[in-house]
Structure formats: structure tokens, C-alpha cells
């Protein structure tokens, strides 16, 4: 498919999913508000994201003014401006309501995922980065990937409760040798206080380091992968309490990362429980690794780069 027909499609499906989002507002602002709680994240800079946070401070939001935030970030595709376009925006919480008839609401919620689910399979069918980063950003100016492409989530009670937390995972993905060298390439231009400290060099001895590293890569094969494994930013997770079961009398804890505020349908007695703040000195939830526990053999010591062994 030419280049033109993928953006008239990747428009096509957001204005689908802008109509499908109004939809569901209009039947959320319908039913009967039980409790709403969202949790507002710190603005996040270019060159903070770099850095890790010592300390987070969610401001909490209730009732209407939840509401309409919770909604709004549904919808909302960019990080803001002059904010870093390298982080995801996230909004954390949930949304409590009685509804006599869900199933729409259900269905709503399926299709505004499904929209996101066919924008990222077009996305990906371009298999160079580069063309596929053009693709995206020239159609959308300033489109934050990961924010359009996230699933909603909706649950139906009977829920204890929902509460909030804090994780880290490692993130790891296959990328291309000229990918891995642009990385290199960047870390040298760009040496941050962080970098510098992690690797215990000095901003000369750690070009060239990268000097070094990116011209060993030029003595491997074109089409080798390289895994890119590192460990994420700090992010929020929900955990969903289901009360016990009438067979077993165990309670059962679902946990899920907190992109977007969780929309809970007629579950009066679930209690929204406030978030706390982050705060590095305590210990974190881990979350799986992504990759399943591969690492490869390393080519850098200034970035986590491997061969995929």
C-alpha cells in the first residue's frame, strides 16, 4: 500500500475514533456518577526524562472535575506543549458508575480499541523505523505513538476495590544495527548528568567509548538484530480487588499498568482508594520483563545493546 493510502486510512480511523470517543463521553455523562478519582502526574520536560525521579506527588482530582479529566484523557494524543514528546502522558485512576444497561458502554469501549489496535497494525506494516516515524508524525505533528494505540479499559463489578501503586519493568525490543548506531551516536551528543554517572566516565572518555562501539558495529552484518533492553521509567499500576468467590472464599487481585482511569460499571461498593506518592527509597513492584528473560551477549558499555543471542 503507497504511503498516501496508509495516512488517508490512519486518518480515517482517527476520526472514527473521535466520533466513537464523543460517543462514549456523551454515555458515561449519562449515568449516575458513583465516585471518580484521577490522579494528575508531574509534567515531564525534554531532558527530564533522562532522569530519575526521586520522589512523584500525584495531585488528586474527585467527583465532576475527575470526570471530565478522565474523559478528556481518552482523547488526548500528545504529551502538551513544550513538554517531552520521548515520554507517554499517563493519567491514572477510575471512574464509578450505575448504568441499567452496560452492554453498549461495553461495545463503545471494544470498538474505540479496535480502532487503536488496526492504527498500530498499519503503522507496523512499515517496516523501516525511520519511514514509519515520518509516516505517523507527518500525518500528526507531535502524535505521541503509545498514547493513540493503548487500550481502554472497562470492568463490570461486582469490585471490592481499586487501588494504586508504583512498578518498573524492563523494556526490550529488537532494532536495526543503524538503529543501535543512531542510539550511540545520540548518547554522545547528548551525554546527560545520569549517562555520565552510570557509566563513571568522563564526557571525552565517553566519546570515545561510542567512537569505538559504533565502529565495531560497522564489521557486523547489515541485518543483524540488536536488543535494546533498559530498564523503564517508573510508571503507575492499578490493582483491581474482586471480592472472594462463594466456592473458594479467595479474593482475587487483578493488576494492570494505569495508562487511563479505569471506567467500573455498577460496582457501588468498590472503594477508589487514593494514590500514594512515589518515593525511590521504597521498594517497587517489578514487573515482568518483557522479553521473557532474554538478554545476549552485550556490544556496549555506555548503553544496554545486545546481540540477539
Known amino acids: ?121 498499519i503503522t507496523q506494516s512499515v517496516a523501516d523505523e525511520n519511514e514509519r516515524y515520518d509516516l505517523i508524525h507527518h500525518a ?28 518498573r519493568k524492563t523494556g526490550s525490543q529488537l532494532i536495526t544495527l543503524a538503529s543501535a548506531d543512531a542510539k550511540l551516536e545520540w548518547a554522545a551528543r547528548n551525554a546527560s548528568p545520569a549517562l555520565l554517572a552510570r557509566t563513571g566516565m568522563s564526557i571525552r572518555r565517553l566519546q570515545e567509548t561510542v567512537q569505538r562501539e559504533r565502529e565495531a558495529l560497522t564489521h557486523l552484518p547489515e541485518d543483524t538484530p540488536i536488543r535494546w533492553r533498559r530498564l523503564l521509567r517508573v510508571r503507575p499500576l492499578m490493582n483491581i480487588r474482586r471480592p472472594k468467590d462463594e466456592v473458594g472464599g479467595v479474593s482475587s487481585v487483578i493488576q494492570r499498568e494505569a495508562q487511563t482511569p479505569l471506567l467500573l460499571l455498577n460496582a457501588p461498593d468498590a472503594r477508589i482508594v487514593p494514590m500514594r506518592s512515589f518515593d525511590a527509597n521504597k521498594r517497587l513492584v517489578r514487573q515482568p520483563r518483557s522479553d521473557g528473560g532474554k538478554r545476549g551477549t552485550p556490544i556496549s558499555v555506555v548503553l544496554p545493546l545486545f546481540l540477539d543471542d
Open 1 to 121: 500500500m503507497k504511503w498516501r493510502d496508509l495516512s488517508a486510512e490512519l486518518h480515517q480511523i482517527m476520526a472514527a475514533q473521535a466520533a466513537a470517543l464523543d460517543e462514549l463521553a456523551d454515555t458515561v455523562r449519562g449515568s449516575d456518577l458513583i465516585d471518580a478519582r484521577v490522579f494528575v502526574l508531574p509534567d515531564i520536560y525534554p531532558g527530564e526524562e533522562l532522569i530519575e525521579p526521586d520522589r512523584i506527588d500525584p495531585v488528586t482530582l474527585s467527583g465532576v472535575t475527575a470526570l471530565d479529566d478522565a474523559l478528556a484523557g481518552f482523547a488526548r494524543f500528545h504529551t502538551g506543549e513544550d513538554l517531552s514528546t520521548r515520554n507517554v502522558w499517563r493519567l491514572p485512576g477510575a471512574v464509578s458508575i450505575n448504568i441499567d444497561h452496560p452492554q453498549p458502554l461495553v461495545d463503545q469501549v471494544a470498538l474505540i480499541n479496535r480502532l487503536r489496535q488496526r492504527f498500530g497494525e
Open 140 to 167: 500528526f505533528p507531535g502524535l505521541v505513538y503509545l498514547q493513540v494505540v493503548r487500550q481502554l479499559r472497562v470492568l463490570q463489578g461486582p469490585v471490592q476495590s481499586v487501588t494504586f501503586s508504583w512498578g
